[in-house]
């Protein structure tokens, strides 16, 4: 009766995996797609074009746009038993290498654009000079060249009709999962997700000091008989900068939460995939590992798809 039991529990999961990669990829191709290119079309508007902080949004936007395109065409197919990455190897290669080369560089010019604020937010008139768009240019190839060679072992390390995976197109051996597993999860999520965090405070702490040191020199040189104003002034600018602070904590506290729900949890899977390689499994735990497995995989893409809404959504 057990056994039973089970066997019909694997076949629910089955069919619901089977039903979930046939409509939430779709869901998410749209949204993401339609998110990304609004973004495209904002942040290359002729009063933006120089701005390296919109540079850099415009060009993760783009990353996004490829990555949901390379990644989630194939997921959608595969609900359908039209995956040709499950079937062809160099498309398999060629498809892992592209989502993940440009989700690395999508995330890492959101770190970037963090960094470029506290530049422009800082005291010292060389640090502030930092903040260009010749210099986000600049930065933004050396990301371009740095993730392609991070993950050109995928060139050979991925494969067709992996058994052992959850994904037929997936790494042929324990080295080449634990190597590309280590670097997705520490590289492409965790160091980007660490340097917005550390410089957004940063320059929330910038800004902070920034307004009151204004406030104090306007208070000191403003020659006004009529003490009320005076206050009233003060008071004024006092809550336009917590008014600031307010929002630029929210925008950042909704990028990093968001960022992190979405992408550490495959970071995870990921690494316990590879580290549980050899253990032996029944095939409802692997039923239900692979169901989840998909489930963070598609998480990861609703990450891609989702920051215009979060600018749009806290006003920014």
């Known amino acids: 009766m057990l056994n039973v039991s089970n066997t019909d529990l694997v076949e629910n999961l089955e069919y619901l995996s089977k039903q979930f990669n046939r409509y939430f990829p779709f869901s998410i191709f749209l949204f993401g797609m339609v998110g990304n290119i609004l973004n495209c079309f904002v942040l290359s508007q002729p009063n933006l074009r120089m701005n390296p902080c919109a540079y850099l949004f415009l060009i993760s936007s783009i990353a996004n746009i490829i990555s949901i395109t390379c990644g989630l065409a194939t997921r959608v197919l595969s609900g359908w038993h039209m995956d040709l990455a499950a079937q062809n190897g160099l498309i398999c290669k060629c498809r892992a290498f592209v989502v993940f080369v440009s989700r690395t560089i999508a995330f890492w010019l ?187 995989l598609l998480l990861t893409y609703l990450a891609s798809g989702l920051p215009f809404y979060i600018y749009t959504l806290c006003g920014g």
């Open 110 to 296: 959101i770190a970037y654009a963090t960094i470029d604020r506290w530049f422009s937010s800082c005291i010292l008139h060389q640090r502030r000079q930092m903040s260009s768009l010749k210099n986000s240019q600049r930065v933004t190839k050396i990301i371009f060249l740095a993730s392609a060679l991070l993950y050109c072992q995928m060139i050979y390390c991925y494969d067709v009709n992996i058994t052992s995976a959850p994904l037929q197109c997936y790494g042929k051996n324990v080295v080449c999962r634990f190597l590309t597993d280590f670097t997705y999860a520490t590289i492409t999520v965790l160091s980007p997700l660490l340097i917005m965090c550390i410089f957004g405070l940063i320059t929330i702490s910038n800004i902070r000091h920034h307004y009151y040191e204004r406030a104090l020199k306007r208070k000191a040189f403003k020659v006004n008989p009529n003490n009320k104003t005076t206050f009233k002034f003060v008071s004024v600018q006092q809550r336009q900068r917590r008014r600031i602070d307010r929002y630029l904590r929210h925008v950042l506290f909704i990028q990093i939460v968001f960022l992190s729900i979405l992408t550490v949890p495959q970071a995870i899977e990921k690494i316990y995939t590879t580290l549980t390689v050899n253990t032996k499994k029944s095939s409802l735990h692997m039923t239900i590992h692979k169901f989840i497995y998909n489930f963070v």
